[in-house]
C-alpha cells in the first residue's frame, strides 16, 4: 500500500464511519479500485478502525465523564440507565462476532455486487425514516435499544451503514433525533474495540508479517491520523445535521452510489 492511497482509504474511513453511507462499503470501493487484497487491508484496516473510536471519545468526551461519573455513583440514575440501553444493544453484534464472524467475513472481497445492492438498502432506510412521522418518545426504552442493536449487527454487511441503520432505525421507533446521533456513536465504540481485539488475534495467529501484509508504517500511521481527524470532524458534523433531520440528501447519496457499484460489479 501506498502513502497516499493510506491517505485516500484514513479519508474515507474517518468520514463514512459517522455520515450513514457505509464506512466498509466504501473502503470496499476504495481497496477494489486501489487493487488491494483483503489481506493486505487487515492491519491498516484495525488501525483505522481504532482511529475512529478515538475520535469518537474525543467529540463526546464528556458525555463519557458523565456515563462514568453516574457509573460509580452505584445508583440507578440517568447515567447508569443510558449504560445499561447500550449493554443491551451490544447483544446481537456480540452474537454475530461470536458465532457468525467467519460467515460474515465471507461477504467482505466478494466484489462490488454486495456493496451495491446494500447501499441501495441504506438509501431505502434512510427514505423511510426521513418520511415517516411516528409518535415521538421523551426516553430511548430497553426495547428500542435491543432493536437498534439488531439494526447494528445486521449492518455489518459491506455497504449497509451502521450509523445510518441505527439512526433510522431509532428515528422510525419514534425516538428524538437530538439524542440519537449520540447513542449510536457511543454504542458502536466497544464493538469496534472488541473486533478489534479479535482481529488482533486473528494477526498473532497468521503472524504479524503476514497480517501486515507488506504495509509498512509510514502508510499505517498517514492511515490512522487521517481517520482520527476526519473522524472528529464527521462526527461533529454527523451529530448536527441529525438534529437538523437532513439525512435524505445522504439516501440519494448511497442510491447514487449503490447503481454505480451494481454498474462496476
Not at 123 to 148: G, H, M
Not at 164 to 175: D, R
Not at 197 to 221: C, F, H, N, R, Y
Request: hydrophobic residues 55%; glycine residues 10%.
Amino acid at each position: 500500500m501506498e502513502w497516499f492511497q493510506a491517505v485516500i482509504l484514513g479519508i474515507i474511513q474517518g468520514f463514512t464511519e459517522y455520515l450513514p453511507v457505509s464506512s466498509s462499503g466504501h473502503l470496499t470501493i476504495g481497496a477494489h479500485l486501489f487493487g488491494l487484497s483483503g489481506e493486505e487491508n487487515m492491519a491498516f484496516t484495525i488501525a483505522v478502525h481504532v482511529a475512529t473510536v478515538l475520535s469518537t471519545c474525543v467529540i463526546l468526551w464528556k458525555e463519557i465523564v458523565w456515563l462514568f461519573t453516574d457509573l460509580f455513583k452505584w445508583q440507578w440514575n440517568d447515567g447508569t440507565r443510558y449504560i445499561v440501553n447500550i449493554i443491551i444493544s451490544m447483544i446481537p453484534i456480540g452474537i454475530v462476532g461470536f458465532f457468525f464472524k467467519d460467515y460474515v467475513e465471507s461477504f467482505f472481497g466478494s466484489g462490488l455486487l454486495i456493496v451495491g445492492i446494500c447501499l441501495l438498502i441504506t438509501s431505502a432506510l434512510l427514505t423511510f425514516s426521513y418520511w415517516a412521522k411516528p409518535r415521538q418518545k421523551e426516553t430511548l426504552s430497553p426495547i428500542d435499544a435491543l432493536v437498534i442493536g439488531m439494526a447494528q449487527a445486521v449492518a455489518v454487511l459491506p455497504g449497509l451503514s451502521r450509523s445510518g441503520s441505527t439512526i433510522a432505525t431509532g428515528l422510525l421507533l419514534g425516538n428524538r433525533k437530538e439524542n440519537l446521533a449520540q447513542f449510536s456513536f457511543l454504542m458502536v465504540i466497544p464493538p469496534i474495540l472488541g473486533e478489534a481485539l479479535l482481529d488482533l488475534k486473528d494477526m498473532a495467529e497468521v503472524g504479524v508479517s503476514e497480517a501486515m501484509g507488506g504495509i509498512t508504517a509510514l502508510p499505517l500511521a498517514l492511515g490512522f491520523i487521517t481517520a482520527f481527524i476526519c473522524g472528529c470532524i464527521a462526527c461533529r458534523w454527523m451529530i448536527n445535521i441529525v438534529r437538523k433531520g437532513k439525512l435524505i440528501w445522504f439516501a440519494l447519496y448511497c442510491a447514487i452510489v449503490g447503481v454505480l457499484s451494481i454498474a462496476l460489479s
